[in-house]
T-cell receptor, first 112, second 113 residues
Framework: DAGITQSPRHKVTETGTPVTLRCHQTENHRYMYWYRQDPGHGLRLIHYSYGVKDTDKGEVSDGYSVSRSKTEDFLLTLESATSSQTSVYFCAIGTSGDNEQFFGPGTRLTVL | QQQVKQSPQSLIVQKGGISIINCAYENTAFDYFPWYQQFPGKGPALLIA?????SEKKEGRFTISFNKSAKQFSLHIMDSQPGDSATYFCAASMRSNDYKLSFGAGTTVTVRA
């Protein structure tokens, strides 16, 4: 998985609780992305980062926040989880000057 | 709105047959068109990609055909094998938009032995 790890790999939580997912890379890539995967929708971009402390919204950013304090780590936070955020979350990394993106193994999140 | 539309949703092919998946896009500013392969419980893996200045790209049994005027591209899997059974996603991105990928909804391919 191109030097990308995600933690936790599985999580079950209750509605209204905060949740943080972590993406860690060892490739020193500039770009990092968070996507969610739901049946019938493919993968949809939540937020992304184009450098340390530089982040921007994707198409489904409501209810999510992100932070990137160092190159290798990109955190996705659900401030107050809802059942609609039950999904599989994937982190991806990419370099500037090249469109290729490489994906991590994913985190399966269930919000009860 | 979905910027990349993919069809069919699923297909079944016999071993040795050809699988064909089609995608259409709207934004002519896209400059990169990858295909990802995903097995159950795994992350998507980059399979093959093409840029709009090329009409075809082949890597082993996998070929992308690209039609810029029709804003369509397709994946052909030749001599399909049971190990090719997976979900395939087409996508598109552009350098000017931080390489953000817009994905199709996916096609589940089943290869019967």
């Amino acid at each position: 998985d191109a030097g990308i790890t995600q933690s936790p790999r599985h999580k079950v939580t209750e509605t209204g609780t905060p949740v943080t997912l972590r993406c860690h890379q060892t490739e020193n890539h500039r770009y990092m992305y968070w996507y969610r995967q739901d049946p019938g929708h493919g993968l949809r971009l939540i937020h992304y980062s184009y450098g340390v402390k530089d982040t921007d919204k994707g198409e489904v950013s409501d209810g999510y926040s992100v932070s990137r304090s160092k190159t290798e780590d990109f955190l996705l936070t659900l401030e107050s989880a809802t059942s609609s955020q039950t999904s599989v979350y994937f982190c991806a990394i990419g370099t500037s000057g090249d469109n290729e993106q490489f994906f991590g193994p994913g985190t399966r999140l269930t919000v009860l | 709105q979905q910027q990349v539309k993919q069809s069919p949703q699923s297909l079944i092919v016999q071993k040795g047959g050809i699988s064909i998946i089609n995608c259409a896009y709207e934004n002519t500013a896209f400059d990169y068109f990858p295909w990802y392969q995903q097995f159950p419980g795994k992350g998507p893996a980059l399979l093959i990609a093409i840029r709009p200045d090329v009409s075809e790209k082949k890597e082993g049994r996998f070929t992308i055909s690209f039609n810029k005027s029709a804003k369509q591209f397709s994946l052909h899997i030749m001599d399909s094998q049971p190990g090719d059974s997976a979900t395939y996603f087409c996508a598109a991105s552009m350098r000017s938009n931080d390489y953000k990928l817009s994905f199709g909804a996916g096609t589940t391919v089943t290869v019967r032995a």
